[in-house]
């Protein structure tokens, strides 16, 4: 574990499990391990923790080398800047010069990364060396540069610095760190949907260190995008607290869908760190058959009072956070207006809003020509309105006549599709589906 070749290990003996980590071989490793220790906790068990490769107290992300690495850096260029001005006719004074600043350079360095940031435990005297050499040839190149190629040298010598000055600088997050965030680069514009497929190729300890560097709502809409054995080994991953805003962060059908194939206690456990709104709708969801409305609905669609106005549907239809599905139609309901709210009064379509004026009442084009859905409907009777609507989305209205969630149509093709289908090659998936509509 020391050197790497294994990153942590789990053992039983008399006096109970004890869980063996190495913290400087990346912290999402230890971290999942700590994470199965809490579970294996509760079996009852005392867990004992040993880590036998920890990061240094004084600097546990190693973020002293990158603070000094640009310093010593200029420090070199400044010195054969100096030296070349101060002693233009003697090279020899110069190379002097440079030789006498890179020494002192490299014992103030080496002094402060051991004594100040506590950030080396290897001998002091080689790493000492290695700075004075570092900053040594720093000094001398760009002297050297300057002596061909003049003033002109000293700039291509300041471009050449720079190119070594920006992987040094990431020195502080670790290898796996700087793993993480060039991986997060190449996502950075990349829909939900791919997002989670590059996760799912990835292992689980990647997936951990990327979800590290991914806001809530970000990671969230990738966690829905995933299979649900996916799903849960990620957020089962993650921190208690983290996957409880996650879980926050997700539309709450998805969520419900997610906490439901958890283990009971970590289900419960993580209900309770969720913002009690959100749990709350989460839990009322968990209580309707999969492959039912009620089942299939989000709590949160655009939902509006009569005198609510075009411009403030157009509005609410613009967020970001609003899947488009949704954004396609608002419900119009007497207040209460979150789910379940007071009496359903039908649909406003975003279509046919774009040709009122922004001032008009959505109350006064609300379509009410619709179907009843109630929550225990099934799958087959949402799909064939939705067909012989042409909608996006369904209410789904209890025995009152409340709005108590709406089915987009996005929810009822991911429940269609065959199980696997986020995991399985396109060309089967294509293929089941073909003979599916076939037969």
Known sequence: MRNREAIGAITAGPDGITIVTASAAGTPYSTILKQIGEGLSQTGQPIHYTDVAPLTAKDPSGSAIS??????????????????????????????????????????????????FGAFEANFWPTTAVIMLGIAAISLTVLGLNSLLGFAGIGLGAVLMLFVANPLSGLATGADRQGATALLATMEDLKPADLADVLSD???????????????????????????????????????????????????????????????????????????????????????????????MTTEPI?????????????????????????????????????PTGRFLGMVHLQRALRERPQ???????????DRVHPADSIGTVTRLLATYNLTALPVLDEA?????????????????????????????DEMIERSANA
């Open 401 to 429: 006549g409340r709005l108590v969630g709406a089915v987009s149509v996005d929810d009822v093709l991911d429940h269609l599709m065959p199980d696997d289908w986020r995991e399985a090659d396109d060309a089967v998936t």
């Open 202 to 296: 990835l292992p689980l300890a990647r997936q951990v260190e990327v979800a590290a560097e991914l806001d809530d709502a970000r990671l969230a809409d990738a966690v829905e995008e995933l299979s649900d054995d996916e799903a849960v080994s990620l957020i089962s991953a993650l921190s208690t607290a983290r996957a409880a805003d996650v879980l926050d962060a997700m539309e709450p059908d998805d969520a419900a869908d997610l906490v439901g194939e958890l283990p009971q206690a970590k289900a419960a456990e993580l209900l309770d760190l969720m913002q009690p709104d959100e749990a709350e709708d989460v839990r009322r969801l968990m209580t309707y058959a999969e492959y039912t409305a009620g089942g299939l």
């Open 67 to 116: 603070m000094l690495a640009l310093p010593m850096i200029f420090g070199g260029m400044s010195s054969a800047v100096a030296f070349s001005t101060v002693f233009k006719k003697s090279r020899r004074k110069q190379i002097i010069g440079a030789i006498g600043v890179a020494i002192l350079g490299g014992l103030i360095a080496s002094a402060t990364l051991y004594f100040g």
């Open 303 to 339: 939902i509006l009072p009569p005198e609510a106005n075009v411009a403030t549907f157009l509005a609410q239809a613009r967020k970001a956070q609003v899947p488009p599905a949704l954004a396609a139609v608002a419900f119009v309901c007497r207040p209460p207006l979150e789910a």
């Open 360 to 370: 008009r009442m959505v109350g006064s084009i609300v379509d009410t020509a619709l």
